[in-house]
C-alpha cells in the first residue's frame, strides 16, 4: 500500500476569548452579565507567545485543542493510519511498555505513515541548541499543539522547536488518533520518521523559553 498524502493542517488564525476579570466584576457589581474578551493569533510565534504567556493553560490552549478537534482534515491524517493494534512496534513506543526497538519503530513509520506536505507546521520541546539538527537515533516525536511542547520542554529544561516541512513528498509521519481507549490522546502527536536534517531559521526568547525555528528536510546519502 503507498504511502498516503497528508493534506495541510493549518489552523490559524486562532481566536481565543476570555472574561475580562476586572472589567467583569465591576459589571457584575452593577448586576450586568460578564464581558467576554476575545484575541486573534495570526501567526505560530504569536500563538506560541501566548501560550507561554498562560503557562501552557487557559483560553488559547483550549481554543487550539477546540481548532484541532473540529479540523477536518486532520480527522482524515487519523483515518488514514492504520489502528495502533497493527502497528506493535509504533503501539510499544506510544506505550513505552519496553526499551524499543527504535529501528522497528522506524520501519513501521515508512511503510505505513503519510507524506506531510509543505509548509507544515509541527511544534517539540526538548533539547535544541544548534543551528543544525540531524535526527539519527529513531522517530522523531512531534505535536500539534504548542502547549504539549512547552510541557515537554519544561521537563527537560529545554527549548521549544517550531518544525515548518520544507518540502512536500520528503518527510512521513505517524498520526495518532486523538479519539477512543487511548493513552496519551491529549499529546496530538505526530511521529517523524529517522534521518532527518532541521535547519534553524529563526531563534528569539518568550518567557523562560528559548524558541527555534527549523526547516525540516530528509537526511540526503
Known sequence: MANPDLELVDLLPIRSS????????????HGI?????????ESHEALLEKIISDEGLGATARAVEEALKASVTYK??????????????????RMEETE????GVNLEVLCNGGFLQAGQILFCGGIFV????VISNGPMSTTMH???????????????AILKIAAS????GFVYRVTGNQKFKH???????????????SICCVGEFQVRSYDVHPCTA
Not at 476570555?18 to 457589581?29: D, R
Not at 483515518?79 to 493494534?85: I, S
Not at 544548534?130 to 539538527?133: C, D, G
Not at 511542547?149 to 521549544?160: S, T
Open 130 to 133: 544548534s543551528e543544525q539538527v
Open 146 to 160: 504548542p502547549s504539549v511542547a512547552r510541557w515537554h520542554a519544561k521537563m527537560v529544561n529545554g527549548q521549544i
Open 18 to 29: 476570555y472574561p475580562n476579570s476586572a472589567i467583569s466584576q465591576a459589571l457584575l457589581e
Open 100 to 103: 524499543n526497538d527504535l529501528s
Open 76 to 93: 482524515k491524517w487519523q483515518r488514514l493510519m492504520p489502528y495502533l493494534r497493527d502497528v506493535p512496534q509504533i503501539r510499544a513506543y
Open 187 to 201: 499529546e496530538y502527536e505526530v511521529l517523524l520518521q529517522n534521518n532527518l536534517r532541521l535547519v534553524q531559521t
Open 33 to 41: 452579565g460578564e464581558l467576554i474578551s476575545s484575541q486573534v493569533h
Open 169 to 172: 513528498h520528503s518527510v512521513l
